[in-house]
């Protein structure tokens, strides 16, 4: 494993992750432990909108920690939920879920192991 630390001020924002909708400030982890975790900021992106696919991610560990604005999320079993910032989920291995509707301003944190992991889009 390698030591690693990230300034707000170092990183810089991709719209190159998962959802289209989205941008990713990658943290360092997935380096640092040797793709075992990974870890970024995500926020969301000026003029795109939540899609609402069904998918679930083939993973050990998934943590989302929200840092400012809001989502709203759809779990199997679970019903919706408006995550605020303060807000802390952890999503079980393998849960189905959707991304309904999120805040302009919305940025979170997202910790996941493996730091490779595969998602699986879902039809409803």
């Known amino acids: 494993m390698f ?7 170092t990183g810089t924002f991709t719209h190159d992750g ?16 040797k793709g075992a975790a990974v870890m970024h900021v995500i926020k969301a992106r000026e003029g795109t909108n939540a899609t609402g696919e069904w998918h679930h991610h ?5 943590v989302v920690y929200v840092l400012k604005g809001w989502a709203i999320f759809e779990y199997e079993g679970h019903g919706q939920h408006r995550l605020e910032a303060g807000t802390c989920v952890h999503q079980p291995p393998g849960i189905r879920h ?25 039809s409803s």
């Open 3 to 9: 030591f690693s630390i990230q300034h707000a001020h």
């Open 18 to 33: 998962m959802r289209p909708y989205f941008e990713y400030r990658d943290l360092g982890i997935h380096t640092a432990t």
């Open 58 to 62: 083939n993973v050990d560990l998934q």
């Open 98 to 122: 959707r991304e309904i509707a999120h805040s302009e301003d919305l940025e979170l944190i997202e910790i996941v192991l493996p730091g490779t992991f595969e998602t699986v889009a879902e």
